[in-house]
C-alpha cells in the first residue's frame, strides 16, 4: 500500500476528469444516481428566490447552525467536577493552523472569572530596582508585538499512556490552540521595573482562586514571552483569561497564566504546587521528572480519523493533521497508512513557524483497503517524534504529562476510523 507521487496524480486527474464526464457530482456514485436533471442545479432555490439577512441581523456573526457540531467537548469521566476541568478543541473538524477562540480548549483549576479591564492590575514586585504596578492602559501604551504560537496543556495525550482510549483526535489531542497574540513583550515591563542582579525566577500568579502559581527561569522570561490582551485580532474571550494572560512560547500550558495579576522576581524557584505535586512525571524508578518545561515535538492527523469517517469511497483522499514543536519551527512531517511500514514525505501548508501549529496534506489515491494511518513530526532541532513504545521505554507508564507518542487510527475499508496501538 505504498504511495508514489507521480501514480498518484496521474491517476487523481483520470478520475476527477471521469466525474465530470459523467456531469454530476464528483464521485463515481453520486454521478449513478444523478442519471436525471440535478434540481440543486435546475430549479429556482429558496435562497435565490427572496432576499437574505440584512447586515444588521448579525452584529457579532456566529458559525453558521450548519456547523454546529464544530464544538469543544468534555470527556464525561475526567469532568464530574466542570469548575476545575477541561475541554477540548475540535481540531478534527478545523484546517488551517488558527485556532478560533470560540473552540478553543479551555482549563481552569478554579473556574473562568470575569475581570474589568478598570479592575485590572498587574504588580511587579520582589528582587527589582522599582516595584510597579500597571493598569489596562497602562499596558496598551507600551511598544506592541504581533506573535502566533501554540499552547498544549502538559497533560494532552495524557489518557493514552496505558493503552488507546478516547476515539478521536479532538480527546486525544484537542488540548491545543494556536492563537495570533498582540502584547507587549514581558521584558519590556521586566526592564521597567529593572531586575536586580540576584533576581534569577519569576513567580508568575493569576487573579483567580486558584492562582496557578508557576516559577520561570528569567532566561526564558526575558526571551520571547509575551503580556498578551489581544488573539486572533479581537479581545481575550473570558475562559482565555481576559483582559490579560501570559505567552510562554513552545512551554506547557500550565505555565501560560490567564488573568495575570503579579509577577515576583525572585532569586530561587518557588516550588509551588503546580511544579512539584502537579506537571511532574513518575518514572518508572520511583524519582519525578521536574521542570519539563519545553513541549516536544508531536503531530497528529487529524482527518480522517475516528470522528471524521471517509465517506466518500475510495479515490482520491486527502489527508491532513497539524505538527508542532515547544523546540522551533517543524521542518517535516511524515505520514505512513500501513502503520509505519513505509513512510511519505507530508506537504506542509507553509513552511514551519516558530513554535506554531504547522499543517500538513497528504493527497493519495485510496484504494478502500483498510490502513494503519500516523504521522510522525521532526523539528528544527533535528528531533523526531517517537512511537509509543519507545516513549514507553524512557518514561514508563506512571505518567500523565508529556505524551507526544505517535498516534495511530485505524481506518477500516467501510471508512471509519479507530484509535489502536500497534507495536
Ligand atoms: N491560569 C490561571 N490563572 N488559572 C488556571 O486555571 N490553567 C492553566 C493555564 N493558565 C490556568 C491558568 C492550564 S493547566 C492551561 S493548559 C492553560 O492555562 C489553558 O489555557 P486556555 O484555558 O486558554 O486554553
Ligand atoms: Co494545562
Known amino acids: 500500500m505504498t504511495t508514489k507521487d507521480k501514480g498518484l496524480s496521474t491517476s487523481r486527474r483520470q478520475f476527477l476528469t471521469g466525474a465530470a464526464a459523467a456531469g454530476a457530482g464528483a464521485v463515481a456514485a453520486t454521478a449513478a444516481?444523478?442519471?436525471?436533471p440535478d434540481p440543486l442545479i435546475t430549479e429556482l432555490q429558496d435562497w435565490a428566490s427572496s432576499t437574505g439577512a440584512g447586515v444588521d441581523a448579525t452584529p457579532y456573526g456566529l458559525p453558521i447552525e450548519f456547523e454546529s457540531d464544530v464544538v469543544r467537548r468534555n470527556v464525561e469521566w475526567l469532568t464530574a467536577d466542570t469548575i476545575s476541568s477541561i475541554n477540548f478543541t475540535p481540531i478534527h473538524a478545523l484546517d488551517g493552523t488558527?485556532?478560533?477562540?470560540?473552540c478553543a480548549f479551555e482549563r481552569h483549576h478554579s473556574g473562568a472569572?470575569?475581570?474589568?479591564?478598570?479592575?485590572?492590575?498587574?504588580?511587579?514586585n520582589g528582587l527589582v530596582d522599582t516595584p510597579l504596578v500597571f493598569s489596562y492602559e497602562d499596558l496598551e501604551r507600551f511598544p506592541r508585538e504581533n506573535r502566533v504560537y501554540f499552547c498544549e496543556c502538559a497533560a494532552n495525550t495524557g489518557m493514552e499512556w496505558a493503552g488507546a482510549q478516547l476515539n478521536g483526535a479532538q480527546f486525544t489531542h484537542g488540548m491545543i490552540h494556536n492563537m495570533e497574540y498582540s502584547g507587549v513583550s514581558l521584558r519590556?515591563?521586566?526592564?521597567e521595573a529593572g531586575v536586580k542582579p540576584e533576581g534569577k525566577w519569576i513567580f508568575v500568579e493569576g487573579a483567580d482562586a486558584s492562582s496557578n502559581g508557576r516559577s520561570i527561569p528569567l532566561?526564558?522570561?526575558?526571551d520571547d514571552v509575551l503580556v498578551a490582551f489581544k488573539a486572533n485580532g479581537e479581545a481575550?474571550?473570558?475562559?482565555?483569561?481576559?483582559?490579560?494572560?501570559?505567552?510562554?512560547?513552545?512551554?506547557?500550558g500550565n505555565m501560560w497564566i490567564k488573568w495575570l495579576r503579579r509577577i515576583?522576581?525572585?532569586?530561587?524557584?518557588?516550588?509551588?504546587?503546580?511544579?512539584?505535586s502537579k506537571y511532574t512525571d513518575t518514572m518508572e524508578d520511583g524519582t519525578s521528572r521536574k521542570w519539563t518545561w519545553e513541549m516536544d515535538a508531536k503531530s497528529i492527523v487529524t482527518s480522517p480519523s475516528p470522528q471524521m469517517p471517509i465517506k466518500h469511497g475510495h479515490g482520491p483522499l486527502v489527508i491532513t493533521?497539524?505538527?508542532?514543536?515547544?523546540?522551533?519551527?517543524?521542518?517535516?512531517?511524515?505520514?505512513?497508512?500501513?502503520?509505519?511500514?513505509?513512510?511519505?514525505?507530508?506537504?506542509l501548508a507553509a513552511p514551519g513557524q516558530d513554535k506554531a501549529l504547522t499543517r500538513f496534506y497528504l493527497d493519495i489515491d485510496w484504494n478502500g483497503e483498510e490502513m494503519f494511518l500516523q504521522s510522525r513530526a521532526r523539528d528544527a532541532t533535528g528531533y523526531v517524534q517517537p512511537t509509543k513504545d519507545q516513549l514507553r521505554e524512557v518514561r514508563g507508564l506512571n505518567s500523565i504529562y508529556h505524551n507526544n507518542c505517535i498516534q495511530t487510527w485505524w481506518v477500516k475499508s467501510d471508512g471509519e476510523a479507530e484509535n489502536v496501538e500497534i507495536s
Not at 532566561?219 to 526575558?222: F, H, T
Not at 481576559?242 to 512560547?249: G, N
Not at 493533521?321 to 506537504?347: F, Q
Open 236 to 252: 481575550l474571550r473570558m475562559e482565555h483569561g481576559y483582559p490579560v494572560r501570559l505567552v510562554v512560547p513552545g512551554w506547557e
Open 113 to 124: 472569572i470575569e475581570l474589568k479591564k478598570e479592575d485590572y492590575r498587574l504588580m511587579i
Open 321 to 347: 493533521g497539524l505538527a508542532w514543536s515547544g523546540r522551533g519551527a517543524i521542518t517535516g512531517v511524515d505520514v505512513t497508512i500501513d502503520g509505519g511500514k513505509t513512510w511519505t514525505k507530508a506537504r
Open 264 to 276: 515576583e522576581v525572585t532569586e530561587i524557584a518557588v516550588e509551588s504546587r503546580e511544579e512539584t
Open 219 to 222: 532566561e526564558k522570561a526575558m
Open 33 to 36: 444516481k444523478a442519471a436525471g
Open 98 to 102: 488558527i485556532t478560533p477562540q470560540g
Open 188 to 191: 519590556t515591563l521586566l526592564n
